[in-house]
């Protein structure tokens, strides 16, 4: 079968020449005789992969000297808890912004362990747009934004301003475009979107932060037990971290973030030029912060279960032409189109051809 333009929002599509390459080398990793799945993470073999992939987040994300980068497991959500478990340590406070499902479950995790101070909500317009931060507490430990709300289709395009060490998931915007690490004291994504497969999370902690974790914290959620050891405390999930490594070498190739930017600025346009031309279908974002990533988007009809009908319809027809994974997210309904680095041009033109031959017919 061809392969298809996947739209899922996570895990999404991997670049060809990353998966072409994983193929290359399934059976013998440059001559070792053995899968990198095979391979003690202890051996020379291994230890060469990981600290190449170390070496290509510091260059292709331009962090600064002063951060530890961590390669993690249980997802972006446990960085959810273990971020407030870890630096909430001084006055127990921090100031949240929410903007969407995910900046939700971060600000459920850490009212676990203290108090948090809800600077901003999109939550009376469904999220549809991003607030302007408000009330800020100058004396708390950080502040905590969601760069790119994946399900909502909203984006920080300006890193927000706050007096105190700014802490960001940007598990659905990485690699995106040119993205300032030295603005923030810790930086999280999980991979599942422009990084690599699911079962690794990327996490970048400024070195003097380090010095706020509590004694005594259970070894597994405690940051300097992964920084200490090389994020090797225990197994690391060590094939999806050979995979990263490969992406961000696909990177490099591609000319590295800035080229990235402007792919993907391009697709969106194109995309967000058919939505707002469109009689049938629109986007439900404001302009001003809109996703380069992630496109909700809904048609026009305004009877609810005539709407789901269509929904339906829409995206089984463009599973039966090769566009899969349209579906928006099941708290959301509508449909989604996300763009991650992954996704040609092509793709994004033969979903808005598609769109409009839909509309035509449905109208
Ligand atoms: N944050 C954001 C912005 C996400 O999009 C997701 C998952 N799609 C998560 C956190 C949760 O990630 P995980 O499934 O790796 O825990």
Redesign the pocket.
Known sequence: MARVYNFS??PSMLPEPVLQRAADEMLDWQGTGQSVMEMSHRSKAYESIIHKTEELVRSVMKVPEDYHVLFLQ???????HMIPLNFMTGTKKADYIQT?A??Q??VEEAQKLGTINIVGSSKDKKWSYLPTPANLDPKADYFYY??????EGTQFHQVPQAAVPLVT?????ILSQPFDVSKHAVVF?????NLGP?GV?LTLVKKDFVSRIPAGLPAMLDFKTHIDSGSMFNTPPCYAIYIVGLVLQWIVDQGGADRLYAANAQKAKVLYDYLDSSPFFYSPVEKKDRSLMNVPFLTRTADPEAAEVLNKKFVKEAEAVGLVNLAGHRSVGGMRASIYNAMPLAGVHRLVDFLKDFAAKNA
């Open positions: 929002a996570g249980g997802g972006a959500s446990l960085q959810f969407g995910w900046s479950k971060s969601c760069y790119n709300n994946t399900i998931d940007i598990s659905s915007g994504a999980g991979a599942q979107k699911a999370t």
